[in-house]
Nanobody, 126 residues
């Protein structure tokens, strides 16, 4: 499974940004897809995950501001980030996992995700 994230960049506080992740290779709808981020000197944080059925889980830090969506046919996942804050500045990664169905548990366990894309930098200016 290969994952390619795109869409990072510079955005002003209060603005919006859309990130995309394209999956390829031996990717099937059985995989859970997720977005993680890592700010400088901080641990990697799971922020949004989605199953092929559209079930989602969000970190409290982004709930109500970010929305994850997925297209199983085209094998991509988007993250619509609205009302962005300076603390959203981080490198954002998309990831895929299989075998664990408890999304609340999975979002907090980066070590359970077997496939990662290269990160894309998001900078939110004040």
């Amino acid at each position: 499974v290969q994952l390619q994230a795109s869409g990072g960049g510079l955005v002003q506080s209060g603005g919006s940004l859309k990130l995309s992740c394209q999956a390829s290779g031996w990717f099937t709808k059985d995989y859970v897809l997720g977005w993680f981020r890592q700010a400088p000197e901080k641990e990697r944080e799971g922020i949004a995950v989605i199953t092929s059925d559209g079930n989602t889980s969000y970190a409290d830090s982004v709930k109500g501001r970010f929305t994850v969506s997925r297209d199983n046919v085209m094998r991509w996942m988007d993250l619509q980030a609205n009302n962005m804050k300076t603390e959203d500045t981080a490198v954002y990664y998309c990831a895929a996992a299989i075998g664990e169905t408890n999304l609340e548990y999975l979002i907090k366990r980066p070590e359970l995700w077997g496939y990662w894309g290269r990160g894309t930098l998001v900078t939110v200016s004040s």
